[in-house]
């Protein structure tokens, strides 16, 4: 994504701690990604602190191949740095992006029959109507912040209507979800973190107590009629899952859409093509996302002695493996700089690759279609008013403030 930002330069590699939220919010890596992908594709990021080293996989094949290995790479020990050099995640084996084998099978069938096409189909509805109204009042105002006023509205909407959120909790939800995942803050610390994430536990766990055996057809009811393994899912599966679908596709696709007004801002040949209509918007939507790819990194641990692009790895070593890097690597994409809405193929890695490859990615796909589209159909032009502001994290990418002036078409 074009934000100015300082380069670093690769000679700088031993200095850089890349679990480092300020350096991935404060500085453009793509000269230390491309050094990484050419010289040393497996990089070992040593100890900071009471952290310990874990390795950094930055080419496209090598990325794919830890993905599509959950036996030799594990997700339960954590699947983010944040939890992995903590020393793991207490929903492991509970929580659907971090359980494997057969229970991650189970779940991830129960939670798959709510993120059909078809069963996404009133709500995908429902997310258009809500781009074009958001649209229609940025519009009318003049100016807008399109992350707070546009895209916030969004995907947190379309994740309560999927978990029958009541209409009055949403904007508390909201809050609690920036702070618990990304951080819009320099300054903000972990303990915030943590509160807000106790929130959000706290919060589902009131909402589901009230839904079970209530006749409610969302998903929150859906897991607590469900079972695996002959077992009914507990309160707190319950509850972490709804709290996962919350994190994982809240503040990922609004980045997504805000990263995708920047992109047309910066790139007018890019935007004049999608008003003219000479690239399709599931195309452009695929470009969007390769180009933004909001999750930075995912996080693995080695389940035994192993080798990855030909280097070895110790059995219990954290291994991470940067979406950043591969969506720029040179080997897969022509000209991996440069935005072209009408890139094809696109084998980007931004809803990772295998056994847990987003569930959300139908949902997102359809919210990121639903901005272009309204962007291309009601607006004229876009002119930026004021400073970005960075997402402070090491796991997602992108702003979270674009002060916006929009013309009508
Ligand atoms: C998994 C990215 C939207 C729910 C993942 C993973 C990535 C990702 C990289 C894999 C994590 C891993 O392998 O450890 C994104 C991005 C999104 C997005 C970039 C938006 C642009 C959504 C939405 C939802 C969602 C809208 C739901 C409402 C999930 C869930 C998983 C997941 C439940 C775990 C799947 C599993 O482990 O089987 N996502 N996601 N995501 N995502 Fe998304």
Redesign the pocket.
């Given at each position: 994504m074009t934000i100015e930002r300082p380069t670093i330069a690769p000679e700088e590699l031993d200095t850089l701690d890349l679990a480092d939220p300020r350096l991935h919010a404060e500085s453009d890596l793509s000269a230390v990604w491309r050094h990484l992908r050419e010289r040393e594709p497996v990089h070992w990021n040593p100890a900071a602190g009471s952290a310990p080293g874990f390795w950094v996989v930055t080419r496209h094949a090598d990325v794919t191949s830890v993905?599509r290995d959950s036996t030799r790479f594990t997700?339960e020990g954590g699947?983010?740095l944040e939890t992995l050099l903590a020393g793991g995640d207490s929903a492991s084996g509970r929580m659907?992006?971090?359980?494997d084998g057969d229970r991650?099978t189970g779940?991830?069938r129960i939670?798959m029959s709510a993120?059909t096409s078809r069963a996404l189909a009133p709500i995908v509805e429902s997310v258009r109507r809500t781009v074009n109204r958001l649209l229609r009042d940025a519009i009318e105002k003049g100016s807008c912040d399109f992350a707070a006023d546009v895209a916030a509205g969004i995907?947190l909407g379309?994740?309560c209507d999927?978990l029958g959120v009541p209409d009055r909790d949403r904007d508390h939800l909201l809050s609690l979800t920036s702070s618990a995942l990304g951080s819009h803050d320099a300054d903000s610390t972990a303990a915030d973190a943590w509160i807000a994430k106790s929130e959000i536990l706290l919060y589902f766990a009131n909402l589901a107590r009230d839904r079970r055996g209530s006749g409610h057809s969302d998903v929150i009811a859906l897991l607590a009629g469900s079972s695996v393994g002959g077992l009914p899912l507990d309160d707190d599966e319950v509850i972490l899952?709804c709290y996962?679908?919350?994190l994982?596709?809240?503040e990922?696709?609004r980045?997504?859409m805000v990263g995708a007004a920047l992109a047309l801002l910066n790139h007018p040949d890019q935007w004049q093509a999608l008003k003219r209509g000479e690239t399709g918007i599931d195309t452009a939507v695929e470009e969007i996302?390769r180009w933004?790819?909001?999750?930075l990194h995912?996080?693995?641990t080695a389940t035994s002695d192993t080798v990855v692009g030909g280097h070895p790895v110790s059995a219990g070593d954290i291994v991470t493996v940067w979406?950043a890097s591969a969506n720029q690597d040179e080997q897969v994409f022509d000209t991996p700089g440069h935005l072209r809405l009408n890139r094809t193929p696109n084998k980007h890695?931004?809803?990772?690759?295998?056994?847990?490859?987003?569930?959300?990615?139908y949902?997102?796909?359809a919210?990121?279609g639903a901005v272009l589209t309204g962007l291309r159909d009601t607006v004229a032009e876009m002119e930026q008013t004021g400073p970005t502001r960075p997402v402070y994290s090491n796991f997602l990418s992108g702003i979270s403030t674009l002060p916006l002036a929009l013309k009508p078409a």
């Open positions: 993905y997700s699947n983010v659907l992006a971090i359980t991650h779940l991830r939670l993120f995907p379309a994740i999927l899952n996962s679908l919350i994982g596709g809240d990922t696709a980045l997504s996302l933004t790819t909001p999750a995912s996080g693995r979406n890695v931004t809803f990772a690759y295998g056994p847990h490859f987003c569930l959300g990615a949902l997102a796909r919210e990121i």
